[in-house]
């Protein structure tokens, strides 16, 4: 099957006006969507339990009865965790123990400092009470979700991590229930969609309100967690996954055509982009993609992708190659090219940076460590990885000496009176030392 695949070069006059035409994705709220979902929470808010259960039976077409029927114990995760298969087993702890290694660096620690009046300054960092992760249930199961959104949590300090995960026509994904096992999870519901961003924002009678709610889903569920944001924090609105692969022109084209595979196979609007100097390369990679994807279990999924939203793109240089990323600022960056590490200084804006001809995007997404919860569609440039200062809060401190309360008293005292604010001022002056 030959596709057609958007291709673009530097040298082009309208060269980024092409390219932010395909970039762009429409990220706005589908107005049906957002009265459904306003709905749903307004109801979860006013009725809790009642509205949970009546969601739950309706959209997953169970038939409970009792708010309790929601919770999977402790026990059951543990079940989950010796039912599944020893390689399986084996794989889970170990993504779990690399990714908690690597969230144990990213750890943020309390620090003061005192002046020479005897003024002390500081942060003081506290984890956050109890933090929501939504994971998405059925068929389309991530364990690898489960591990990246729970273990930086706990490694912060979370004291309690409330699961939700829905599970349409009682399928329940015995890998999921064991991630969480292996993750630390305290609590787990079965239940998904905008109910279960309602139960987790405003808390329900056996559902507890939480401070934070992350971990990906649908429309409905990316529409709820906006609508939340302010009663809760959330991690961020994910668009469609995206991986742009710079490559020299001497990687094995295969490789990079399953590089971009390995994105385009997530759903029809995820986009994979390849910039390389060399277009004889890119013509190569191209054959690779055509012979490749019939051998592709989702290759429908994958056909529609790469002819809607890939991208190939010609430059002269590495120069420019490097630009073209900064201008994307994509959420994984992979850098098939020699001196990775030397080439990466130049990089300002990517989720995650993946150096060199052997390391595939995807064992970032399981278990080289470094979070797979990043940026996308741009937002890298003002955005960062899923990690355990997402956790963590910070709360100044200031404690003043007498002869510190003097000298700042006086300062404070003229810019209130300059702002009109004579309470302020007061409260300032009375502290200031009159000998």
Known sequence: MMLNINSLNYT???FYQQLDTLLAWEASI???????V????ANVKKRGNAAVLEYTNKFDRMNLSDAKDLEVTQSQLQSALEFIDA???????TAAQRIRHYAQHQKMESWS???DDGTVLGQNITAMDRVGLYVPGGKAAYPSSVLMN???AKVAGVPELIMVVPTPDGEVNQLVLAAAAVAGVDRVFTIGGAQAIAALAYGTQSIPKVDKITGPGNSFVATAKRLVFGVVGIDMIAGPSEILVICDGKTNPDWIAMDLFSQAEHDEEAQSILVCPDEAYIEQVKQSIERLLEEMPRKDIIKTSLENRAILISVDDMEQAIEV????????LELSIENAEQWVQKIRHAGAIFMGRYTAEAVGDYCAGPNHVLPTSGTARFSSPLGVYDFQKRSSLIGCSATGASELGKTASVLAHGEGLTAHARSAEYRINKK
């Open 38 to 41: 306003a709905d749903i929470l």
């Open 150 to 152: 729970a273990i930086p």
């Open 12 to 14: 082009d006059a309208d």
């Open 325 to 332: 990323a900064n201008h994307i600022a994509p959420e994984h």
């Open 113 to 115: 400092y005192t002046e």
């Open 30 to 36: 589908d107005g049906d969507v957002a009265k459904i």
């Open 87 to 93: 390689e399986q087993r084996q794989a889970l702890e």
